[in-house]
Every structure is written in structure tokens, then in C-alpha cells.
């Protein structure tokens, strides 16, 4: 997943991955990529479109 640098780290994506895979680390995002189903919930719940899918 890539952050965009205008993240305001407010771990709304966080809490909504079904998954648990974010994690708000100050100002960081730490995803867990392996377990990721690609739902693509965290990209949608990002209130400022901060979140990209990584190709
Ligand atoms: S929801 Fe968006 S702005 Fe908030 S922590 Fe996640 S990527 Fe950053
Ligand atoms: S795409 Fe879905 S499973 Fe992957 S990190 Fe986002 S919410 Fe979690």
C-alpha cells in the first residue's frame, strides 16, 4: 500500500481493515502486506485519498 505524505495519520483506515492489518505508528503506517485481501475498505474509509493501491 503506498501513503500519500498528506496522511494526517488518523487511523481511520486502520480501523476498518476486517483484518487488523494497519497500524498507526506516530507518523507512520505499517501494513501488513501478506495478509492483505485486497478489499480495498482502508482506501475507501481514508477520508483525505491518502491510500493507493501499490502495483
Ligand atoms: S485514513 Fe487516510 S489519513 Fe487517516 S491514517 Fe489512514 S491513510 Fe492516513
Ligand atoms: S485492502 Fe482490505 S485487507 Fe488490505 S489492508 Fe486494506 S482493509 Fe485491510
Not at 507518523?27 to 485486497?38: A, Q, R, V
Amino acid at each position: 500500500m503506498k501513503v500519500k505524505e498528506w496522511c494526517m495519520y488518523c487511523g481511520e483506515c486502520a480501523g476498518v481493515c476486517p483484518r487488523g492489518l494497519i497500524e498507526v505508528r506516530e507518523i507512520n503506517l505499517i501494513f501488513d502486506e501478506d495478509g492483505c485481501k485486497d478489499c480495498q475498505i482502508c482506501i475507501k474509509a481514508c477520508p483525505v485519498r491518502a491510500l493507493e493501491k501499490e502495483e
